[in-house]
């Protein structure tokens, strides 16, 4: 079992990186503000939400993406701590989507602490329902997520190999398969989660 949603590049990267900006804060810690703009493109590539993104997507430039990232920035704005709970990116988040007129978009929180089973259906069912997947996770003690650690970061996609489940992570311009059990089981009392999106019907 295999999926994989479409997606989009950023002069030649698999979506958007928080090393191309040269705002301090956002180079440092807008991983939150990237995974929103990367849903918003998506969103509006794929969903027709055209007036998620201010900016052209065909293609996006590297520019435009920065400029965009700034204009997300002061909703989910970098800070010492991070963005370090779920509640935060979907205040800051559906604050963006409110001013921008868009209502159809939900958002669910999954926590790290809900059992992994539970986790691992609603990755599934949220991609197979064409919707990526914003997650976060904190303190992790596997080498593996070294790089992952207090990040914000896309899932886009999942496959089982030899009978466990992986999911497609996109971050800092590229993607890489994790394997979704380490994911979900940090080994430290600080946990992240996902964000669910959902769309209703338009009244």
């Not at 030649?12 to 990186?17: H, K, R």
């Not at 969903?47 to 400029?67: N, S, V, W």
């Amino acid at each position: 079992m295999e999926k994989q949603l479409d997606y989009f590049f950023v002069d030649g990267s698999y979506g958007g990186s928080q090393d191309w900006f040269t705002d301090f804060w956002m180079h440092l810690g807008g991983c939150a503000a990237i995974t929103a703009c990367d849903s918003c493109i998506y969103f509006s590539l794929y969903y027709g939400m055209k007036k998620l993104c201010p900016f052209e997507l065909h293609p996006m430039t590297r520019q435009a993406y920065i400029d965009f990232g700034m204009i997300m920035k002061p909703y989910l704005r970098p800070r010492n701590h991070g963005i370090d709970r779920l509640d935060i990116y979907v205040d800051g988040f559906g604050r963006y989507l409110r001013n921008r007129g868009e209502t159809q978009i939900a958002m669910e929180m999954l926590s790290g602490d809900r059992p992994e089973a539970e986790a691992q259906t609603a990755v599934r069912a949220q991609i197979d329902s064409g919707f990526v997947i914003p997650c976060l996770t904190l303190d992790h003690k596997a080498p593996a997520m070294h790089d992952y650690i207090w990040h914000w970061y896309i899932l886009n996609g999942y496959r089982e190999t030899n009978g466990r489940l992986e999911v497609k992570a996109a971050t800092y311009g590229d993607f890489r398969w994790l394997d979704f059990p380490t994911l979900w089981n940090p080994g430290a009392d600080r946990k992240g989660g996902l964000i669910l999106y959902r769309i209703s019907e338009k009244k």
